[in-house]
């Protein structure tokens, strides 16, 4: 008996796409082909096990782009074609113009390197805005879910198999891990959406659940707290059809942690600890938890930091000491007293990190990279990836600003990098056409 065409459609359409993840185009060489398709796969797919290995490399790939398009006199600078290039830029330009001025040497002013890739916004979107096509948003989100796979076995290899307090990814740490799993499962969300997903739908609402499962078995806190928020953009912006399936998912997944905490896990005591520490705070109205202490520390000395020099803040080399100068022995005392912050560099929010060492202007700069996704997104032309890109944009920029409420997000490598080429990828490489063209279809 032949089964049924939609049955036998999305095999059909998965080896397609694995055959050519990125067609080469009549405009495009084999090269840029490669550094395109090795650009999206790393990003989306190795999040959780590649850690700054994989920011390096997309480094690279990116790099090898730019240079190949200017050698084939390639345009790279297209500044006016989505309002997130210009935004990009110009929050680059307020973070290096208040380094510049609080840097004392060169030495100092480097540190403006560290938000380099913001930068390079306006070549990697120009670049991969070339290879817009109808289906980009399936093959995205169809390896963002690849992703949220290979970290939820990975963390559960590292848990249960080699029996880590903690999983970890594989070249970072467990909270920036947790952090990326999460948001890329929650962008294979927008598969839902996708006009001819490569896979049955439901399976791409089983990204944010997988995720959330790896968040657990980081024992990251901070993280799992921008699950809810994530979850109530898919219940809103994916359908009815798809609330009711992505409800169901995530009660049997949460079903299902809870058994591995009861007979095989004691990592989970961490994350548990959140609704005791929350009780604890709406009842007594103290904080006893030392993690929780700790940030709310943070927030006090970074804002009193922040007001002693509200323009331009202290430069990235020098803003944590600025913040400690706050606290008896300019916090000595307070990083021994607290597991984890032995050599902290860093005040654990995006926010007191940018106010703090670049003042205001680093709060404009942190306004524009984290609203620049959801502004193109909102106001791209409705083509085919319309609803989809809406959906995996907000889960960036929601996702990063949450996650950023309680650690740092920007201003090293791997999220700086994941952040920007995600962002690219969503707004110039999901659309129907390459910007230029459909915006002035449109």
């Not at 390096?56 to 240079?67: D, G, Q, R, T």
């Not at 219940?235 to 049997?252: D, H, K, Q």
């Amino acid at each position: 008996m032949r089964a049924p065409p939609e049955a036998t459609a999305w095999p059909s359409r998965l080896r397609q796409a694995l055959r050519g993840l990125i067609p080469v185009t009549r405009d495009e060489g084999r090269a840029a082909t490669f550094f395109a398709a090795a650009i999206v796969v790393a990003s989306l797919g190795f999040n959780f096990a590649g850690g700054n290995g994989m920011a390096y490399f997309v480094m690279l790939m990116a790099l090898c782009a730019i240079v190949w398009s200017l050698v084939r006199h390639r345009p790279i600078w297209r500044l006016r074609e989505q309002p997130s290039r210009l935004m990009f830029l110009l929050a680059w330009l307020l973070i290096a113009t208040a380094f510049a001025l609080t840097s004392q040497s060169l030495e100092e002013f480097k540190y403006a390197g560290n938000f380099l890739m913001f930068f390079f916004f306006v070549a990697l979107s120009t670049f991969l805005g070339r290879f817009a096509a109808p289906g980009n948003l399936e093959r995205v989100t169809t390896l963002a879910l690849a992703g949220a796979v290979l970290s939820v076995l990975v963390a559960m290899f590292q848990s249960l198999v080699l029996k880590e307090p903690r999983a970890f990814g594989l070249g970072s740490d467990p909270i920036w891990s947790a952090q990326a799993a999460l948001i890329v499962g929650f962008i294979s969300a927008a598969g839902w959406l996708a006009e001819k997903p490569l896979l049955p739908r439901p399976l791409y609402l089983l990204g944010p659940v997988l995720a959330t499962v790896s968040t657990f078995l980081t024992g990251s806190r901070g993280p799992l707290l921008a699950a809810p928020v994530l979850a109530l953009l898919v219940i809103l912006l994916a359908g009815a059809r798809a609330r009711l399936i992505f409800i169901c998912l995530a009660v049997a997944v949460a079903l299902a942690a809870f058994g591995l905490h009861v007979f095989f896990l004691t990592s989970f005591d961490r994350v548990l600890s959140i609704d005791s520490a929350v009780k604890n705070m709406l009842l007594t109205g103290a904080v006893t938890d030392p993690s929780a202490v700790a940030r709310m520390t943070f927030w006090h000395i970074g804002i009193a930091a922040f007001l002693a020099s509200p323009l331009v803040g202290y430069g990235w080399e020098n803003f944590r000491d600025a913040a400690y100068a706050y606290l008896p022995d300019h916090g000595k005392a307070f990083d021994a007293g607290f597991a984890g912050l032995a050599g902290n560099i860093h005040l654990h929010a995006d926010i007191l990190d940018l106010g703090v060492s670049a003042g205001t202007l680093g709060l404009i700069a942190y306004g524009l990279v984290i609203g620049a996704p959801i502004v193109d997104a909102l106001t791209s032309p409705r083509d085919s990836q319309y609803a989809g890109r809406r959906l995996a944009a907000l889960a960036l920029s929601v996702g990063y600003f949450c996650c950023g409420l309680t650690y740092l997000m920007f201003g090293f490598e791997f999220h700086t990098t994941l952040y920007t080429v995600l962002a690219a990828i969503l707004l110039s490489f999901c659309r129907d056409a390459p910007p230029r063209r459909q915006d002035k279809a449109g």
